[in-house]
């Protein structure tokens, strides 16, 4: 059994069984649709929320935080590319880490991308519902009833924290605190009860969830044509921004450049970070790409360099205009800055919020269903997830049960626990691609494919792990004297720290490749900033997964029919 498990397909199998399914999908997809994809899913949230907090611990250096994350991102979007290039089939990681690791890690990262696409889509459905609310106060003066705008564990926290702040002293209260706390009671007594239970549901996170399902189960050419349109109306807008906003830029609020140091530019990595993950979902795509093996590297590379200049320019912009401090606790940075300068730009920025984080949750309506649909293919799941509608040409009921999952998560969900979740998953798909990049036997350069150069990691590699233990030789003292008392958190990055030294010793015997090399460490060192709650409920995500897996999958493997 235990070599059963890893066993492995081959390249040119993989790429062989899409074309023995009886409806196979359209491919429709050019280079340019692929980067906007790609940019759909990268300008979302992170633009128009996250950064404003990112600004507030990072300074004008923020900026450097987008070049960071786009560096590390670009390592292993290098290698989706080369790994797109050789096997241009769907399915993502999940598909590469069955050619390099075998099944049963293919399995495991298969059930972490059900974290980064359906599950990272309820906090996205939920985001798009907090934008569009404000759209619907600040510029059409319509006010939803409370109720139907958060989720029930939201509002009852907020409910008995609001009743425990105001039964003491409420002097030390702002006027906003106190305003907030009593809003919170208010809406909690005003909400519908089911017998002594009171009502709460975020519906317009549900009905946007249902409106973006409908239109994925329709069509990839209907849902490119959106997300073409909705990539270009946004980028519109954020040009648009930058230009206006550098009329109101003070120059001074730029120095200090650092005012909190590296450290306070790093206290917004995993906003950052997180605003970056969709770029693998195009990977997803590639059974509808017209030239997978050329136009999939193109468009990823594309994709995040446009979506890097983006974000840095607009941080410039943002911390130009107002102040660095200005912008704690400010969830709609772009909105706030025009605010009292320009409020008719307010508008057009809410507008645009509502249709960016639109563009982002159908990309990965369109990406989820398609790792399910790789995976029944492999026999690992039932044959329904792979079932093609005859007329649409969309996995159909994969596309039907991701909407379910992701509209009634979002319509009880609370989002926080999840964004971490998300990327925990992201970056071990990130991880395995890159490790299995390494692993693969070395092909020549071909003519229409994608490969990384090759640069020898042996004396590099070294090089950067002794400067990041010196960068951060007081966290490690630290780590080990409170080893006893501390967090897992120092734990998790004192096991970086002996992963790293391994990995690296192993660089220099075989000579690894150093794009690849430097896609697992710097994921590996992002998943040590994730809280430790979010690794307890990662595991038992992952030990239902390995249940389902050996209860079903292990049995129906299409690999272990061949081999009995």
Not at 398 to 419: K, P, Q, Y
């Amino acid at each position: 059994m235990g070599g059963s498990i890893f066993r492995k397909k081959k390249i040119e199998n993989i790429i062989a069984e899409p074309e023995e399914q009886l409806h196979g999908l359209n491919k429709i997809l050019t280079v340019k649709d692929l980067t906007f994809l790609g940019i759909a899913a990268v300008v979302g949230a992170g633009i128009f929320s996250t950064i404003g907090s990112a600004a507030y611990h990072g300074g004008p250096g923020v900026s450097l935080l987008f070049v960071i994350t786009a560096v590390t991102c670009g390592f292993s979007a290098l290698c989706y590319a080369e790994f797109a290039s050789r096997v241009p089939v769907s399915g993502s990681a999940y598909t590469y880490s069955y050619v390099s690791f075998g099944e049963i890690v293919a399995w495991v990262i298969g059930w972490a991308l059900i974290l980064e696409y359906a599950i990272g889509n309820i906090v996205v459905a939920i985001s798009w519902s907090g934008y569009f609310n404000n759209l619907l106060v600040h510029v059409f003066h319509i006010h939803l009833p409370d109720w139907l705008l958060v989720d029930p564990e939201t509002a009852v926290n907020a409910y008995q924290g609001a009743v425990k702040a105001l039964a003491g002293n409420t002097a030390g209260l702002t006027p906003e605190e106190l305003k907030n706390h009593q809003f919170a009671i208010q809406a909690y007594n005003a909400a519908p009860k089911i017998g002594t239970m009171p009502v709460f549901l975020n519906l317009p996170a549900f009905i946007i969830t249902a409106l973006i399902t409908w239109l994925a189960y329709i069509g990839i050419k209907e849902s490119k044509q959106s997300a073409n349109f909705m990539v270009m109306f946004k980028i519109a807008v954020i040009i648009f921004i930058i230009v206006v906003g550098a009329f109101f830029v003070d120059t001074n609020n730029w120095t200090p450049f650092l005012p909190n140091r590296f450290e306070g530019v790093l206290k917004g990595v995993s906003a950052v970070f997180y605003a970056y993950i969709g770029f693998d979902a195009i990977s997803t795509t590639a059974e509808e790409c017209r030239n997978p093996q050329r136009d999939l590297p193109r468009s990823m590379i594309y994709s995040l360099v446009i979506c890097t200049v983006l974000y840095i320019a607009v941080a410039l912009i943002l911390t130009g205009i107002e102040n660095y401090a200005s912008f704690k606790n400010v969830s709609d940075p772009l909105a706030f800055v025009f605010e009292k300068r320009a409020p008719w730009v307010e508008k057009i920025v809410s507008v645009s919020a509502v249709v960016a984080t639109t563009s982002v949750l159908l990309v990965f309506q369109i990406g989820q269903p398609r790792i399910w649909m790789s995976m029944s293919r492999d026999g690992l799941l039932p044959r329904i997830f792979q079932k093609i509608h005859p007329r649409y040409k969309t996995p159909s009921f994969s596309t039907l049960l991701t909407g379910v999952i992701v509209g009634f998560g979002a319509l009880f969900l609370e989002s926080s626990l999840m964004t971490d979740l998300t990327s925990i998953g992201t970056l071990f798909a990130f991880i395995l691609v890159c490790g299995g990049l390494l692993i693969l036997p070395p092909v020549s350069k071909e003519v229409g494919k994608f490969r990384i150069p090759y640069i020898n990691g042996r004396y590099i590699i070294p090089v950067l792990l002794l400067i990041f233990i010196y960068l951060f030789r007081e966290r490690t003292v630290q780590s080990f004297r409170n080893i006893g008392n501390e967090g897992y958190q120092e734990i998790l990055f004192l096991l970086f720290l002996v992963m790293a030294t391994v990995i690296t010793i192993k660089t220099v015997i075989r000579k690894y490749s150093f794009v690849p090399v430097m896609g697992v460490l710097s994921c590996l060192y992002l998943l040590t900033e994730i809280p430790a709650i979010s690794w307890l409920w990662f595991f038992v995500w992952m030990a239902i997964g390995l249940a389902i897996y050996f209860l079903y999958g292990y049995r129906n493997s299409k690999l272990a029919k061949k081999a009995g």
